[in-house]
């Protein structure tokens, strides 16, 4: 975690709009991404119906 901590640490020391913007579009399409995986597994027929109540709780 030690990286984080010194990235964290420069973005607070040298504040930097284009690090922001670009991390802001990658949660965003990471969530996007996410958003359609678990979407994929609960809808896909060939899971039982338990496996896709779980995936609903763990995802």
Do not use: G
Not at 15 to 34: C, F, G, M, T, V
Not at 37 to 43: E, I, P
Request: include cysteine.
């Amino acid at each position: 975690m030690m990286a984080k901590e010194d990235f964290e640490n420069a973005r607070q020391l040298e504040p930097d709009p284009a690090i922001d913007k670009e991390l802001k579009r990658l949660k965003q399409a990471y969530s996007q991404h996410d958003a359609k995986a678990s979407d994929r597994v609960m809808h896909d027929s060939k899971l039982p119906k338990l496996a896709r109540a779980r995936c609903v709780v763990l995802c």
